[in-house]
């Protein structure tokens, strides 16, 4: 039988684990070896969907953005395959694969025939899009931003000439320490018809997900300083 990879979605909000289907559990039971991106958080994730799990039974290989590529984690990736292992990989929140660096494993799995299976779960990305009333047609996750503040404004322009010409929702996302800089630089520097969608704590108790134009957003800017949050904006 061939290796099943299981990407298996974590929580967005540690207080959420309603959003996680039942299913994922099973999967978890059906693995030997873990890739993940944090071991000790993803340890205790698993220990609370699973509490009869012998956490010290499994194998573990931390495989984050710093050393996913190593040639470490690619001889134990391929040797697990080949040993006819089934392995789940995690990221810290969301789902593997998105925004996260397990691609990369996942990329190796299909060049070694083994069976990729994604699971059901939250991803602030998607549930953002959905609750946004922005364009769920066509849209572009861009990522990270650019720090220096000139490139940032560059990327900002760009950003809502692509959208107006494509109507196209652009995402992206920031460091949640440096919201509200970026927030500032939205709201100073975008068109005032632009439509911007701030989505924060997704999933939490303390969620809010509101659009508005940029003209509405001015007159008063919510408080995202270490809030994990999302925008979208729409031209």
């Known amino acids: 039988m061939p290796s099943t990879i299981y990407l298996i979605p974590s929580l967005l909000d540690s207080e ?3 959003s996680l289907p039942a299913y994922i559990t099973n999967a978890v039971k059906d693995c030997q070896v873990f890739f993940v991106e944090d071991e000790r958080t993803a340890r205790r994730f698993l220990k609370s969907l ?19 590529q190593s040639q470490e984690i690619s001889s134990a990736f391929r040797k697990a395959v080949k040993e006819g292992k089934n392995i789940g990989i995690l990221s ?28 059901v779960g939250p991803n602030s990305i998607l549930l953002a899009l959905m609750a946004s009333g922005l364009s769920g ?20 322009k760009e950003l809502e000439v692509i959208s107006l010409r494509d109507s196209c929702t652009q995402i992206f996302i920031e460091t949640p320490y440096r919201n509200n800089q970026l927030l500032d630089t939205i709201a100073r520097n975008c068109r005032p018809t632009t439509k911007l969608c701030i989505a924060s704590n997704i999933t939490g108790s ?23 949050a999302i925008f979208l904006l729409h031209s």
Do not use: N
């Open 16 to 18: 959420a684990a309603e």
């Open 137 to 156: 047609q066509k849209f572009t996750f861009v990522g990270y931003l650019p720090i220096d503040a000139s490139q940032r404004l560059k990327a900002l």
């Open 50 to 68: 699973w509490k009869e799990m012998v956490i010290d039974s499994y194998e573990w290989h931390l495989a984050d953005k710093t050393t996913i």
């Open 92 to 119: 810290e929140a969301g789902c593997p694969g998105v925004a996260d660096p397990g691609q990369v494993l996942v990329a190796m799995a299909h060049t070694m025939g083994a069976i990729v299976k994604p699971l």
């Open 206 to 228: 303390k969620e809010s997900i509101q659009t508005k134009t940029i003209e509405d957003w001015r007159k008063k800017l919510p408080e995202l300083h270490k809030q994990p």
